[in-house]
Structure formats: C-alpha cells, structure tokens
C-alpha cells in the first residue's frame, strides 16, 4: 500500500511523464517524416551530388517542446519551392552537378571515356605559380555556365519533398503520441 504522500508526488509527476511519452512519439514521428522525404527526393531523382539528402537530420528544440526536421543545404529550398526567373545562380554548385552527372565528358571516336588529364595550364597573378587545367573542366565550366544563365533565364519547377512527407505523417504522428501516452500510463500505475 502507498502512502498518500507518495501518491501525491506521483500525481505531480505525471505531467512531467506524460509531456515525455508525447515527446519520444514525436521524435519517432520526426525520424518517419525524415525518411519519407528523403524517399520523395529519390523519387524526384533530385539526387544528383547527394548533399540534399545526406544534411536531411532531426533536432529536439531546446525547451524539447518538439522536433524540426532540417535539410541543412541551400538547394533544399529551392527543391521545395522551385526558383523563379530572374538572377543567375552561383555555377559553383551546378558545375559539381555536371560533373556529377557526366555531362562534359569528352569521348573519343570509339566511344571510349577520355582521361580528363590536364592539357591546358594557366599562371596565376596572385601566387604566380603555373596550374595546369584540363580540357574536360573547362568543358564542364561551361556547361555549369549555361545551366546557370538558362536557370536564371527560366527557373525552375518545384519538386516538393518535405512538405508531402509531413502531410502524410500527420495521423501517423497522432497514434504514435497516443501509443506512448498509452503505454506510459499503463506502466505509471504499476
């Protein structure tokens, strides 16, 4: 048999606990809706340098009143909501995509792979030491270069990903709080 005191200290408790069980059936929700949306972007064949995917994480707020789900890239958003025409982005990024993605490989007649061996070399003014540049990165330069002016020129579409994941969570995330709520409450009594 309990005494009343301790009873009372239970009593107080239980909020503690409660808030607890809600927060790890959150955060299970959270690590679901993060593995949705990175299946939506490989179905979006969004995948071209893996950095969108791979800065996919979940964070606990620091109150541990609930969780985000962050995609820690800035092509994230632009995935999401699609660019609109107007400024020419950064080529940077895009050139990793196309070399990524192959697109300024050259070829010989037999239709073998060229090496991208250094054929072209440069000194620079800054350190005035000598670089050699290869013929396939100026190829791929310029086609991150027209990719980039074209992006600008015509933007892009949206390919939502993390908003579906989070919209076809929402139940999910419901009966998973509830299951531990339940569960905390059957074990508390005990």
Not at 63 to 68: E, H, I, L, P, T
Not at 104 to 124: E, P
Not at 136 to 157: E, M
Request: with cysteine; hydrophobic share 35%; aromatic share 8%.
């Amino acid at each position: 048999m309990r005494s009343y005191e301790d009873c009372r200290k239970r009593i107080r408790s239980f909020d503690k606990v409660i808030r607890g069980a809600a927060m790890r059936g959150i955060k299970s929700s959270a690590v679901n809706v993060l593995g949705d949306s990175q299946r939506n972007i490989k179905a979006h064949d969004s995948i071209a340098t893996a950095q969108l995917i791979n800065s996919g994480k979940t964070k606990s707020s620091m109150s541990g009143q609930y969780v985000d789900v962050i995609y820690n890239v800035i092509q994230a958003f632009f995935v999401e909501f699609g660019r609109k025409a107007g400024k020419i982005p950064p080529y940077e990024p895009i050139l990793q995509w196309v070399h990524k993605r192959g697109i300024a490989a050259t070829y010989t007649k037999s239709g073998r792979k060229r090496s991208s061996g250094a054929r072209y070399a440069y000194t620079s003014l800054k350190t005035r030491k000598t670089h050699k540049v290869s013929n396939y990165w100026k190829q791929a330069t310029s086609a991150a270069i027209a990719i980039a002016k074209s992006i600008g020129k015509r933007g892009t579409p949206a390919k939502p990903f993390l908003h579906p994941a989070l919209r076809s969570n929402e139940t999910k995330t419901l009966s998973l709080v509830k299951q531990e709520i339940d569960k905390t409450i059957q074990s508390y009594g005990k």
